[in-house]
């Protein structure tokens, strides 16, 4: 199972809007609602952003928006704040009842 | 509040065995599946391994399918992962995770993390 695509790095400056897009194929991505989305920060435990492609758990700011169109989901931040600064990586599940994490997108706020 | 506590990494030379545990807390661990996932130094998320709350389905990467085994002891709140023929390839920290509500959903709860270091 290959890992999703991710872009390497996307950034943005403090009160924007950003966008990492997570490519797979109709295996994964396109097949299920089973997108999901983490923040990890450097030297953390990942944290779940967003999950079933566009919930938020408990306690995640609505800044955080995820959507899906075909084999690509994207996880949206708006009001890009500097505590947003960290690695986002995509998951899904497959068709092999596996789950393929993203390739892992690096945010930095400018 | 959800707790989970991974063991049993270190240091183990190519070919060699390890059994990480995890054990949980804070919840009512027959309920929900679990998860193994692993992030080798500087790298991005793999997941390894899964299993259903009732331990009737397992599931395996297949980068470790044949080699590492997924198990549960619901009694005693523990996960646990056999590792065996370890390769370079698989030095990582190995995180434990919950998912937060079907088995594919998502993994809201994560513990700290065991570094299983494979060298000679």
């Known amino acids: 199972q290959s890992a999703l695509t991710q872009p390497a790095s996307v950034s943005g400056s403090p009160g924007q809007s950003i966008t990492i897009s997570c490519t797979g194929t109709?295996?994964?991505?396109?097949?299920?609602?089973?997108v999901s989305w983490y923040q990890q920060h450097p030297g953390k435990v990942p944290k779940l952003i967003i999950y079933e492609v566009n919930y938020r758990p408990s306690g995640v700011p609505d800044r955080f928006s995820g959507s899906k169109s075909g084999n690509a989901a994207s996880l949206t931040i708006s009001g890009l704040q500097a505590e947003d600064e960290a690695d986002y990586y995509c998951s899904s599940c497959t068709t092999s009842s596996t789950s393929v994490f993203g390739t892992g997108t690096k945010v930095t706020v400018l | 509040e959800v707790q989970l506590l991974e063991s049993g990494g270190g240091l183990v030379q190519p070919g060699g065995s390890l059994r990480l545990s995890c054990e949980a807390s804070g919840f009512t661990f027959s309920s929900y599946a679990m998860s193994w996932v692993r992030q080798a130094p500087g790298k991005g998320l793999e997941w390894v391994s899964g299993i259903s709350g009732s331990d009737i389905s397992t599931y395996y990467a297949d980068s470790v399918k044949g080699r590492f085994t997924i198990s549960r002891d619901n009694s005693k709140k523990t996960l646990y992962l056999q590792v065996n023929s370890l390769r370079a390839e698989d030095t990582a920290v190995y995180y434990c995770?919950?998912?937060?509500?079907?088995?594919?959903?998502?993994?809201?709860?994560w513990g700290q993390g065991t570094l299983v270091t494979v060298s000679s």
């Open positions: 109709s295996s994964d991505v396109g097949g299920y609602n089973c």
């Open positions: 995770a919950k998912v937060i509500d079907d088995f594919w959903s998502g993994f809201l709860n």
